[in-house]
């Protein structure tokens, strides 16, 4: 214990042994008589309590039919709970200290040159953090107390009770961690101490030494009831209200609502189950009184003369309610349940508590419900909404188990991680939390980045709001990053006025597709850019063809592709709305991007974890990135002298005892590029390919000496050596890569990949190449997974233009590495824009089912129904790659699916390092 303990003990104890107190102390109104270690309260002589924590779930955002699988099952949870248990839901929105939040998110310092952009990432979360959730910690639990005679007798009932729920739960898929008695004494602590950064310091060692009870441990500083509403705890101001219920039907959001509000509140639900033959036979009773008093009524009328079907419409309203609910009970499996709603709103001052409470009675109104302020029960209505299982206030509504139900505790699940190697992901657009998650925590690691990104060349001039035309290059140059501009609604068909934002230079490229149009016009941008055609569907510039008609009723008279002799910017922009916006000539052209976000991530990786990155970079995105971190670029060009062996091998190769099986599914998927036959390769041809690879690195195996590595003009001249045909074939189609023009590969490897950080440049391959230098790179990833593996280390590839790698012959060797990277330490991710040929493969869902994180942002209309069928996407989640702009999507992060928004800041030395122009990097 430090000296500053002991004196805040000793204190503590003085206060405690005073004996002229003449007021009552903060400690003599919580309502309970002892805590023990295992979790068990004592509150009054003959009641115990015991509290469990549990999580969110995705309900909010779900199908509707898994709306209603998770309803009737929360159904059947509070069913469990008889008249002999009493239970209490707490909800608990508190502002968390800046201390205790923000040693989560730093990232420590490692002594090298990027100390100081690790501080800087730093405090970018942090201000992210500042501005997303204003630092509130949501937390839910359930308390629930029984009657007995000793602790003794109430312990096993409560234990058998909290397996029960927390089994009940479960089937919801709901995680509940049981509060042990120093994390009970904890939570009340905060909740008594919302004004004070200080840490809870307790054990219960010192309750012995020191004379103290647990109360002391956790009573504010100060507790005042100056008025007849409010309470003054500590600095903080304070004030509980009850919900009446006015409406005859309620809104499953109307908890939700509450807790969405962006103040420190409690909301506490105090639920006492009415035994079923009693609540039956009240009923009943109730029914037979209204009875008689319609009889009354109706013998009234006919001594008036007047028909005796008249009668007051209360008492018939009545009557018809009644029978309903009796018919319930009865035959629907519900219960008669007494319901407190109780709803605590602090401040740091009255003004703002007047506030608070105006606003929380707005959302009352807004289900049309009431708050009635606790007239002259202020201290009653703060210990009521303790987590201790105590109801002080008796005000209860009867309520069936599907109108007590309605208050559903589930929003959506958080995911923010506490782990060392959590990394940013965004904010929760749904809670403003950050996302923090740690990938290698998941059963499977591996990802996907979707996105359909695309850029206009400078002079592309953009439709104005007014009328007016302007360029992407003027816009930029005069400083405008936000401006009214023409957009096309797709429900109406109409061109509608729409605000752009983030206008700005995307990327810089060196090849540009030319659209030539029927009226003289060009348009200029890259191949991935999506145009509408005359059939308002999305196409990708570089699929147009000669002669198709696009929106504007504009005809493609030629496509062209324009290779640069250095590279320029090239600019987009985001309407968020409607995700496409209008050129001058009328086409209407589509926005989104996917490129940053896989930089963003590498980054963080860098900066936080020891992981080795690969990065594979078939339209020349990474390179700058990548040296300004201090890694490696591997060019990969029919010019370029820096050359990567696809024969390469290691002994760790494979998990069998002869790493030549692997090798060999490897070479077949090379040598079916290669022959380039629409029916793939033969039996026949396999297995001569088969027979020659096992002979040509069988000197390699006996005495693997680097220098005897094999290359591919070992395996042509076995495969010449062999009698069939077939083998001549294949060595004839493999002869260009040989000894002709593209021999490339014909050599063994001459770069060391030591580097941490490696990304192989391929975009000079050409499309002839390009397929299978992704390939060859894949293999070589795969050599730095089993070295890695060896050593205990993460390898983690990123591959951009993916479904490249899923086509064909392939595709099954592609899927074949991607479920074994998992069991090998290797985290690959796997980067596409183009949708529609990911889908297509035959092997998609292979990779689905390998994926367990999938960033996902805006989708055109096509690919968002077909990812919706393929992943179970609701039309509520649907929404959020719909009508979004540039860092808007859905992260899908094992079982959970999450809205998310990442704003990342441009005046950041990481923005411009993630957005380095090519020219400004040194080689």
């Known amino acids: 214990m430090t000296r500053a303990q002991r004196r805040e003990i000793d204190a503590a104890i003085r206060r405690a042994a005073r004996t002229d107190k003449k007021e009552l102390s903060a400690q003599d109104s919580i309502p309970y008589q002892r805590m023990w270690p295992d979790g068990v309260c004592r509150v009054t002589d003959t009641y115990y309590t015991k509290t469990v924590q549990f999580q969110d779930i995705n309900y909010q955002l779900s199908q509707n039919e898994d709306k209603t699988a998770i309803f009737e099952g929360w159904s059947d949870c509070l069913n469990y709970f008889d008249s002999s248990i009493r239970f209490q839901f707490s909800f608990l929105d508190l502002a968390a200290t800046r201390e205790n939040y923000e040693k989560r998110i730093v990232i ?20 992210q953090l500042a501005r997303g959730n204003n630092g509130l910690v949501k937390t839910k639990y359930l308390t629930f107390g029984v009657e007995a005679e000793s602790i003794r007798a109430a312990k096993p009932r409560l234990e058998r009770i909290e397996t029960d729920i927390i089994n009940n739960l479960k089937r919801l898929g709901v995680a509940t961690t049981p509060l042990n008695g120093a994390e009970r004494l904890r ?5 008594f101490h919302m004004d004070e950064p200080e840490p809870f310091r307790f054990s219960w060692d010192w309750l012995a030494l020191s004379g103290l009870s647990t109360k002391d441990f956790i009573a504010p500083s100060s507790l005042e009831f100056p008025g007849s509403r409010a309470f003054r705890m500590g600095r903080k101001w304070g004030a509980v209200s009850f919900l009446q219920i006015l409406a005859p039907e309620l809104n499953d959001r109307i908890l939700a609502d509450f807790l969405d509000m962006e103040s420190s509140l409690v909301v506490s639900m105090h639920i006492q189950s009415v035994d079923q033959v009693s609540a039956i036979k009240t009923i009943k009773r109730k029914i037979t009184d209204l009875d008689r008093t319609k009889i009354e009524e109706q013998k009234k009328a006919v001594r ?83 987590p201790l299982g105590l109801n002080q206030i008796e005000i209860q509504r009867g309520l069936t188990t599907s109108s007590t139900a309605i208050f559903v505790p589930f929003t959506t699940q958080e995911l923010f991680q506490t782990s060392p190697e959590a990394l ?40 104005m709001a007014d009328g007016s035309v302007a360029s992407f290059a003027e816009l930029v140059e005069q400083g405008v990053t936000s401006a009214m501009v023409q957009a096309y609604h797709e429900e109406t068909g109409q061109i509608v006025a729409a605000r752009a934002r983030d206008i700005r230079v995307e990327k810089y490229t060196d090849e540009l597709w030319t659209i030539h149009l029927e009226d003289g016009d060009a348009l200029r941008c890259t191949g991935t850019h999506l145009i509408m055609d005359g059939g308002g569907q999305y196409v990708e510039a570089k699929h147009i063809r000669e002669g198709q008609r696009l929106s504007g009723s504009h005809m ?101 005892d002869n790493p030549l099986a692997l090798k060999v599914d490897f070479l077949l998927s090379f040598c079916d590029i290669v022959v380039g036959s629409k029916d793939g390769l033969q039996p026949v041809e396999k297995t001569v390919i088969d027979r020659c690879v096992r002979n040509v690195y069988r000197p390699y195996l006996a005495d693997p000496d680097p220098t005897r590595m094999p290359i591919l003009q070992d395996l042509y ?101 991607w479920k074994r990277f998992r069991k090998w330490g290797g985290i690959p991710t796997g980067i596409t824009q183009n949708i529609k040929d990911l889908l297509a493969s035959r092997e998609i869902e292979n990779i689905f089912e390998n994926s367990d994180f999938i960033y996902m942002l805006n989708q055109a209309a096509g690919d968002r129904q ?51 122009k090519p020219q400004e990097v040194s080689g």
């Open 108 to 127: 420590p310092p490692q002594g090298d040159s990027f100390d100081s952009i690790r501080a800087e990432y730093t405090a970018m979360l942090q201000n």
């Open 187 to 191: 939570l009340l602590y905060d909740m």
């Open 304 to 386: 008036s003369g007047y028909d005796m079907d008249i009668i007051p419409s209360d008492l018939a309203t009545y009557g018809a309610e009644a029978k309903k609910l009796l018919q319930d009970l009865q035959s629907r499996n519900e219960r008669m349940f007494l319901v407190t709603f109780l709803l605590m709103n602090t401040a740091d001052s009255r003004k703002q508590l007047d506030n608070n409470l105006f606003q929380a009675n707005s959302i009352a109104q807004k289900h049309n419900c009431r708050l009635i302020p606790l007239d002259l029960q202020p201290e009653e209505g703060l210990m009521s909404c303790l």
């Open 424 to 463: 940013y992901y965004g904010i929760n657009a749904l809670s403003n939390n950050l996302i923090m998650v740690d990938r290698k925590l998941l059963k499977n690691p591996n990802g996907l980045i979707l996105g359909t990104p695309g850029c206009f060349a400078g002079e592309t001039r953009i439709r």
């Open 556 to 656: 493609v008279v030629r496509v062209s592709v324009q290779k640069l002799a250095e590279k320029i910017p090239v600019y987009d922009l985001s309407v968020p709305r409607y995700l496409n916006f209008v050129l001058e000539n009328g086409l209407v052209v589509h926005n989104s991007g996917k490129s940053f976000s896989a930089k963003r991530e590498i980054t963080n990786v860098f900066l936080v974890t020891e992981d080795d990155v690969l990065i594979c970079d078939p339209e020349d995105e990474y390179a700058p990135l990548v040296k300004r971190l201090g890694g490696q670029v591997v060019k990969i060009s029919p010019t370029s002298t820096q050359y990567v062996n696809p024969m390469d091998i290691n002994l760790n190769y494979s998990d069998d």
């Open 717 to 817: 001249d076995e495969l010449l050596a062999q009698p069939e045909t077939e083998a001549q074939r294949i060595a004839a189609a493999l002869e260009l890569y040989v000894t002709g023009s593209l021999n490339v590969f014909n050599h063994r490897t001459n770069v060391e990949l030591t580097n941490r950080l490696v990304c192989f440049n391929i975009k000079e391959l050409g499309k002839q190449l390009k397929q299978l230098g992704m390939l060859v790179i894949q293999d070589q990833v795969w050599n730095r997974v089993t070295v890695n593996r060896a050593a205990g280390k993460t390898t983690r590839y990123y591959v951009d233009e993916f479904h490249l790698l899923l086509k064909g012959e392939l595709a099954s060797w592609s899927v074949e590495i």
């Open 866 to 916: 077909i990812l919706a069928k393929q992943l179970n996407i609701s039309p509520h989640q649907l929404s959020y790659v719909t009508h979004s702009s540039e860092g808007e999507g859905l992260l899908f992060y094992g079982n959970v699916i999450l809205p998310f928004v990442d704003r990342f800041p441009k005046d950041t030395e990481l923005y411009g390092i993630m957005t380095t």
